[in-house]
Structure formats: structure tokens, C-alpha cells
């Protein structure tokens, strides 16, 4: 379906919301409200090299950066993290210039996916493959304990791990072929991922469990192009989620930005309301924070327009935007996000109720990750 017939029958279907919240008669906290439900990444090895993350975390217009070891579009290992030492005062830096608990997340998965490498001074890793074939949960248990007190000391709360994926194409470029995926087997993963999940709480890191609904079986990358897992998707990938979902998982859940028919016919899992509020809320009963994969992937802004898919992805339940400025860079993409929400709120378009919604559940995984 045109992204454009979709925007405005969502406009005509919200009508009488738009009458009860008038233009300008908005919460006096709303910028800070719409900065906890954004999260970016930025270019700098110190905050002095980032002056826009700075302002924008002293006036409370984020509440999130994520952080990287390599930048893309310019091809330079000059990004975040130089040392153990150097990524500590980074940290350190970016919590003493916060008002408020802010989430400082990584891809820190082990093996292929790891930001934190052995040629910086960092402890080697293994892949969730290597661990998956080994089939012992202690030795999973072990080796996220050792990754969890490193993330704790360097002064990172929020792992975007463990990958809950299942392998069901080794071939994938994403998952299988990256060795990101603990098995085939939905009761394998889910056994591994509960072990990562301890050892990350133990130690005070927040976890999100991704991409849902499933990248595993894909053939093709989202971060290049729309990937449609319609034809090859299994009920079983949802099973992972379910029992780690029933075994009381607070955490986060990452949205995947594949389509998949089999759950909505016109939209991406992330900006999907059947797939987050549908599946993952009404069926799953997941009451934590989902967070969108990055939402400046290709699979996202070669269809969709920024103001289009960030409307879409908060009305389908997204929490926390993640905008990783690691595909395509803009240093002002959080000022431009940011006003984008709040002019759907002043113009009634999406209403305060939601975003405080989100608010509360991000306040909630805060007040969960204290009593850890």
C-alpha cells in the first residue's frame, strides 16, 4: 500500500482524537517526554567532539546514545571507542552531562558482532553459533558474566543482545552466515538467551532481545534493502520470545524492519501495529520497551519519508526510535525527530497519552534494572 494512503487514513481515522487535544495545549514536559523515546549515535571519541549530543543531553531532547567502533559512510575506525580507558571517560562523561537515567546501549553479541575488539585492548569473545553447537548453558552463563562485568566497568547499561533469531538459513548475510544465532532450535535459543539475560541483569546491563518478529530465515540484509520474509518466515520464531516472555522477561525487544506478510500486508514489523501491538503486546503479552531497529536502514527510508515512518513505527507501538547515524549521518537527526513528534502532538495527530505510555515504560525498565 502507498505510504501516503496509509498516512492519511490514519489522519482521518484519528480525527476525534485531534479535537480532544488542541493545538498548543500540551504537557509543559513534552520535550522532555519525546528525548527519553529517542536514542542516536554520534561521531566522537569525547563529548567535546560532539557538541550537538551535549546540548541535546543537557535540554533532555534525547534519552539514549548508542556507540559504535567503526563508522560506515565514511569507512573510519574512527568512531566511539579507541580504548578501555578512553571509552570509560566517554562514559562517564555522558552520564555526569545528563539530567536523567540515560541508556548508554552496544552491540556487544560476541564473535563476528562485537564492538569492543581484542586490537583495542578489549577481552576476546565467541559467537552465539560457537556457544549454540556447544549446547552447555553454564559455558553460555560464564561467558556473558565476563561480557556483562566489562560493559558494567567501561559504564555501559544496555546490550543490544542476545539475538534470539533463529538459524534457518546459514546462508542469511545477516544472521546465519555472521554466526549470530544460537540454533535452529527455538528451545536452544531460548535456553541461551535466558542464561545472556541473567548474566546481563546480574551485573545491572539491560538486555533487548532481537529482531522481531525473525531475521533468521531472510536472505537478504535490511540494512541494504527491503527484506520480505513472507514466504519463508515460521510460526515457530516467535517461540523464543514466548517463553522468555513467560519466564517474566523485563527487558527490551528490537524490532525487525522485515516484512512479513503472514503478519501485516502493507507494513515492515517495526512499523507494524498488527505485528507490535497485535502479536507482540495483545498475543505475546509483552508489557516492556520495544525499540525499532535503526530506523535510517534502507529498508525503512527507501519507502518511507522520516515524518511518515516515525508516525507509523510510535503508532505501532514503538517505544524508543533508534536513529544509529551509522547507515547515512546526520548530527541534527535528533532535533529533526524530535520536532517531528511534537508537531504530531500539538496537532493532534498522535495523542499525549501515548507518548506518555512509552514514557512510563521506559521509566518502568529504569526502576526494574535498580531492584536487579
Known amino acids: 500500500m502507498n505510504p501516503l494512503i496509509i498516512i492519511l487514513f490514519m489522519l482521518l481515522a484519528t480525527a476525534g482524537t485531534c479535537r480532544?487535544?488542541?493545538?498548543?495545549?500540551?504537557?509543559?514536559?513534552?520535550?522532555?517526554?519525546?528525548?527519553?523515546?529517542?536514542?542516536?549515535?554520534?561521531?566522537?571519541?569525547?563529548?567535546?567532539?560532539?557538541?550537538?549530543?551535549?546540548?541535546?543531553?543537557?535540554?533532555?531532547?534525547?534519552?539514549?546514545?548508542?556507540?559504535?567502533?567503526?563508522?560506515?559512510?565514511?569507512?573510519?575506525?574512527?568512531?566511539?571507542?579507541?580504548?578501555?580507558?578512553?571509552?570509560?571517560?566517554?562514559?562517564?562523561?555522558?552520564?555526569?552531562?545528563?539530567?536523567?537515567?540515560?541508556?548508554?546501549?552496544?552491540?556487544?553479541?560476541?564473535?563476528?558482532?562485537?564492538?569492543?575488539?581484542?586490537?583495542?585492548?578489549?577481552?576476546?569473545?565467541?559467537?552465539?553459533?560457537?556457544?549454540?553447537?556447544?549446547?552447555?548453558?553454564?559455558?553460555?552463563?560464564?561467558?556473558?558474566s565476563a561480557t556483562a562485568r566489562l560493559l558494567k566497568d567501561l559504564g555501559i547499561n544496555l546490550n543490544f543482545a542476545p539475538v534470539v533469531d533463529l538459524d534457518l538459513n546459514p546462508d542469511n548475510p545477516v544472521i546465519g552466515s555472521l554466526d549470530r544465532s544460537?540454533?535452529?532450535?527455538?528451545?536452544?535459543?531460548?535456553?541461551?538467551?535466558?542464561?545472556?539475560?541473567?548474566?546481563?541483569?546480574e551485573q545491572g546491563i539491560m538486555t533487548a532481545l532481537k529482531h522481531f518478529p525473525g531475521h533468521g530465515s531472510s536472505s537478504t540484509d535490511t540494512h541494504y534493502e527491503v527484506t520480505d520474509v513472507s514466504d519463508s518466515w515460521q510460526q515457530k520464531e516467535l517461540l523464543p520470545y514466548r517463553l522468555l516472555i513467560d519466564?517474566?522477561?523485563?527487558?527490551?525487544?528490537?524490532?525487525?524492519?522485515?516484512?512479513?506478510?503472514?503478519?501485516?500486508?502493507?507494513?515492515?514489523?517495526?512499523?507494524?501495529?498488527?505485528?507490535?501491538s497485535g502479536t507482540l503486546r495483545d498475543s505475546l503479552r509483552f508489557m516492556g520497551v520495544v525499540i525499532s531497529d535503526d530506523m535510517q536502514m534502507q529498508a525503512i527510508t527507501s519507502h518511507y519519508g522520516l515524518e511518515t515512518a516515525i508516525l507509523l513505527a510510535i503508532r505501532a507501538?514503538?517505544?524508543?526510535?533508534?536513529?544509529?547515524?551509522?547507515?547515512?549521518?546526520?548530527?541534527?537527526?535528533?532535533?529533526?525527530?524530535?520536532?517531528?513528534i511534537r508537531s504530531f502532538v500539538e496537532n493532534g495527530t498522535i495523542h499525549p497519552g501515548r507518548i506518555d505510555e512509552s514514557v512510563e515504560r521506559i521509566e518502568a525498565a529504569f526502576l526494574q534494572d535498580s531492584s536487579n
Request: charged share 25%.
Open 20 to 144: 480532544a487535544s488542541e493545538p498548543g495545549n500540551t504537557d509543559p514536559d513534552l520535550d522532555r517526554k519525546i528525548g527519553r523515546m529517542l536514542m542516536v549515535g554520534f561521531r566522537g571519541m569525547d563529548l567535546d567532539e560532539a557538541p550537538h549530543i551535549s546540548k541535546a543531553l543537557e535540554s533532555e531532547r534525547i534519552g539514549g546514545v548508542i556507540l559504535f567502533d567503526y563508522d560506515v559512510p565514511s569507512r573510519s575506525a574512527e568512531r566511539n571507542i579507541e580504548s578501555p580507558e578512553q571509552l570509560k571517560l566517554l562514559t562517564s562523561r555522558l552520564r555526569n552531562t545528563a539530567p536523567f537515567p540515560l541508556f548508554i546501549a552496544i552491540d556487544q553479541e560476541g564473535g563476528r558482532v562485537c564492538r569492543l575488539k581484542t586490537a583495542r585492548g578489549f577481552p576476546p569473545t565467541v559467537s552465539a553459533a560457537w556457544l549454540g553447537k556447544l549446547n552447555d548453558p553454564d559455558s553460555t552463563y560464564q561467558h556473558a
Open 182 to 201: 544460537f540454533s535452529n532450535d527455538p528451545h536452544i535459543v531460548a535456553a541461551h538467551a535466558a542464561m545472556t539475560i541473567r548474566a546481563m541483569n
Open 247 to 276: 519466564e517474566g522477561y523485563r527487558g527490551m525487544i528490537m524490532t525487525a524492519h522485515v516484512f512479513n506478510s503472514r503478519l501485516d500486508a502493507d507494513l515492515p514489523a517495526t512499523l507494524s501495529r498488527n505485528t507490535i
Open 317 to 340: 507501538g514503538v517505544d524508543i526510535l533508534l536513529f544509529a547515524n551509522n547507515s547515512t549521518y546526520d548530527p541534527d537527526i535528533a532535533a529533526k525527530a524530535h520536532a517531528i
